[in-house]
């Protein structure tokens, strides 16, 4: 089993649409979760940090599931802007190394 | 707003010579990162750095790997003698701790060994 998955998609959605990605971690000692952004050939920016009760920044929302081991990220309201592949990366246990998925990619319509 | 720096943006090298791909952390950052991200797979992590001593290695930062910081802003990776398959966009990264560790990436550097 691959530490973390993604479905890679492509997700194809029209704008104004909601979104959602999930993400799962095989390491249940995982500590901190996060979702990255990345634009072709660029590098990852992180998007937001995912805590235990879920936090959400603006159409962006980020939840956790530690019994069932994975994250979540819900974009409502879709831009075009939006069109990126979104990556989740995990800290497996006491370590400060950050563990990519594939990545989803989101391609946002008119 | 502070940002990671790197350079140069795309080296192009022969196999087997050496390279050095540099990277200026945020300066108030205490812990060190380089990832690799070969083209259409994951990015990967290589090493970790703090206190002036690796923390953590992967498999892939072999003997052939090695990272330095030489002053107080710049932090290199070395590649001592490349191979093909060192191709990848090579990406630093900086946090300003490690537990709960938010990386802030620089734009990267292509790696191209020919």
């Known amino acids: 089993r691959k530490e973390v998955e993604q479905d890679p998609g492509p997700f194809n959605v029209p704008e104004g649409a909601t979104v959602a990605f999930n993400c799962t971690y095989s390491?249940?000692?995982?500590?901190?979760f996060f979702w990255y952004r990345q634009d072709c050939r660029k590098e990852p920016k992180l998007l937001m940090s995912?805590?235990?009760s879920g936090n959400e920044d603006g159409r962006f929302t980020a939840q956790l599931n530690r019994a069932s081991q994975y994250i979540s990220l819900l974009i409502r309201d879709s831009k075009l802007s939006d069109s990126a592949t979104y990556l989740c990366?995990?800290?497996?246990?006491?370590?400060?190394?950050?563990?990519f998925g594939q990545g989803t990619t989101l391609q946002v319509k008119p | 707003e502070p940002e990671v720096t790197q350079t140069p943006s795309h080296q192009v090298t022969q196999m087997g010579q050496e390279v050095i791909l540099r990277c200026v952390p945020i300066?108030?950052?205490?812990?060190f990162y380089w990832y690799r991200q070969i083209l259409g797979q994951k990015v990967e992590f290589l090493v970790s750095?703090?206190?002036?001593?690796?923390?953590?290695k992967s498999e892939i930062f072999d003997d052939q790997f090695s990272v330095e910081r030489p002053d107080g802003s710049n932090f290199t990776l070395k590649i001592r003698s490349t191979k093909l398959e060192d191709s990848a966009m090579y990406f630093c990264?900086?946090?300003?701790?490690?537990?709960?560790?938010?990386?802030?990436f620089g734009p990267g550097t292509r790696l191209t060994v020919l």
């Open positions: 300066s108030n950052h205490l812990y």
């Open positions: 750095f703090y206190n002036n001593e690796i923390s953590e």
């Open positions: 390491n249940s000692a995982s500590q901190s």
């Open positions: 990264a900086s946090s300003a701790q490690r537990g709960n560790n938010e990386q802030f």
């Open positions: 995912v805590y235990s």
């Open positions: 990366a995990v800290t497996p246990g006491n370590t400060g190394k950050l563990i």
